[in-house]
C-alpha cells in the first residue's frame, strides 16, 4: 500500500488512525453485533455514537450551553437559503461580506429570500484582501451579518472574529471550523460541511443560539427547519448515520492531539513554512495580502503557466496529490487542513524547491 499526501480541497485527506479505527470497527461497532451502518438511528448503540459526537463537538469548540448544535444534510450550500428562511424573523434585509467564491454564491441564494446588503466587498482586489471593517456599511434594520471566515477557492482567511456592530454575526465556517479557537458566544449562528476539517461529505454541522430558532418562514421544509431538528436531535428524517459516526471519530482524534488550541499552533507552522518556500521562491507566487492569508487552502501561481501540467505531474510522481488549483483561480492550491501532517507539507516544499531547481 502506498498512501499518497492529498492536498484535495474537499472531500480532504483523514488522519490515518481514524480510517484504520474504522477498518477495525467496520464488522462490529463495540459489542453491538452489527456495523454502524446496519444500525438503527433509533436504537441505543447509534444514540451513543449521536451523543458522544454532539458532546464532543461542544467540549473542542466550548459551545455554550445556550446553542443548539445540528447535524444535517445538503451541504454548506443547503444553508445558503435555509438560514434567511429559519432567522430573517420577519426582517426584509441581510448584510453580506463578499471575499471570494463562497461568500459570493451564499449572497446569490439569500437573495431569494431578502434584501442582501454587501457591505463590504473585496472583488476589486480580485478576492485577495479582506475588506477593511472601518469601511464596512452596516444596516441596523438587517436580520443578521454574513461572512465567510475562510475562502476555500480564493485562500482568503479573517484572522479575527469581525465586530457585528450589534447584527447577530452569521458565519460559513465551512474549511476552517476547528482549526483556530474561536469564541462561539460572539455569534449567532456557526455552519460548516464535514468535508473539509471534520470528517467525509455528508454532514452539515449547525451551530445556532437558541433565542434565534423558533421563528422560520412558513414555507421552511420541516427536515430544514431549525426548531424541528433542534428538537428531534437533528433525526426528524433518517441522518447521514455513517457520516456522524466518521464525524466523531475524527473529532475523538483532535481530542487526542490536544484539541483545537494545539491543532492552531501545528497550523500555524505549517502555512508559515509553506508560504516562506512560496515567497523566497522565484517560480513561485501567492497573490494574497499577508494579514489576510489563510492558513488552510494556499493557492500560488507558477511563473509559467506551461509548466503547471509537468509541476503537477511531478508532484504525483512524488506522491503529492490534488494540487491543481481551482478552475477559477488558476495555478495550483494545496489544502493543509487539520489532518495534514507537517511531513506532507515539508515534502511539498522539497518538491517545490526541486522542481523550481530543474526548470
Ligand atoms: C466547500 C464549501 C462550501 C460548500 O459545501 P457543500 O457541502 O459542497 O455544499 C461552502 N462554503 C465553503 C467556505 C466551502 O469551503
Redesign the pocket.
Known amino acids: 500500500m502506498s498512501r499518497v499526501y492529498n492536498f484535495s480541497a ?1 472531500p480532504s485527506a483523514f488522519p490515518e488512525p481514524v480510517l484504520q479505527q474504522a477498518q477495525q470497527e467496520m464488522l462490529e461497532w463495540r459489542d453491538s453485533g452489527m456495523s454502524v451502518m446496519e444500525m438503527s438511528h433509533r436504537g441505543k448503540h447509534f444514540l451513543m455514537i449521536a451523543e458522544e459526537l454532539e458532546s464532543d463537538l461542544r467540549a473542542l469548540l466550548a459551545i455554550p450551553d445556550n446553542y443548539k448544535v445540528l447535524f444535517l444534510q445538503g ?3 443547503a444553508q445558503f437559503s435555509l438560514i434567511p428562511q429559519n432567522i430573517l424573523n420577519g426582517k426584509a434585509k441581510a448584510c453580506y461580506i463578499k471575499t471570494g467564491a ?1 461568500s459570493e454564491k451564499a449572497i446569490k441564494d439569500a437573495m431569494s429570500y431578502c434584501d442582501v446588503v454587501v457591505s463590504a466587498s473585496s472583488e476589486d482586489t480580485k478576492y485577495t484582501t479582506i475588506p477593511e471593517a472601518s469601511t464596512w456599511v452596516l444596516d441596523e434594520q438587517a436580520a443578521y451579518l454574513h461572512y ?1 471566515s ?3 477557492i480564493h485562500g482568503v482567511e479573517f484572522q479575527e472574529t469581525p465586530d457585528a456592530k450589534g447584527l447577530t454575526l452569521v458565519s ?1 465556517m ?2 476552517n471550523i476547528l482549526s483556530r479557537q474561536i469564541d462561539v458566544s460572539r455569534y449567532g449562528l456557526i455552519y460548516a ?1 464535514t ?2 476539517n471534520m470528517g467525509p ?1 455528508g454532514v ?1 454541522v449547525v451551530i445556532v443560539r437558541d433565542n434565534l430558532i423558533g421563528h422560520a418562514s412558513k414555507t421552511t421544509p420541516s427536515v430544514f427547519n431549525y426548531e424541528s431538528q433542534a428538537n428531534n436531535g437533528s433525526m426528524l428524517n433518517t441522518p447521514a448515520t455513517y457520516n456522524w459516526y466518521l464525524v466523531g471519530l475524527v473529532l475523538k482524534w483532535l481530542k487526542t492531539q490536544g484539541g483545537v488550541e494545539a491543532i492552531e499552533q501545528r497550523n500555524i507552522v505549517k502555512a508559515a513554512k509553506l508560504y516562506q518556500a512560496i515567497d523566497q521562491s522565484a517560480l513561485y507566487h501567492n497573490p494574497v495580502e499577508l494579514a489576510s492569508r489563510s492558513r488552510m487552502n494556499v493557492p500560488f501561481i507558477l511563473a509559467d503557466a506551461s509548466l503547471d501540467k509537468p509541476f503537477l505531474a511531478a508532484a504525483e510522481a512524488n506522491g503529492l496529490f490534488e494540487l491543481k488549483g481551482h478552475r477559477s483561480v488558476g495555478g495550483m492550491r494545496a489544502s493543509i487542513y487539520n489532518a495534514m501532517p507537517e511531513a506532507g507539507v515539508l515534502a511539498l516544499i522539497d518538491f517545490m524547491a526541486e522542481f523550481e531547481r530543474t526548470h
Open positions: 474537499g451541504g454548506a450550500s463562497w465567510t475562510n475562502e476555500t460559513d465551512s474549511s460541511g468535508q473539509k461529505a452539515t
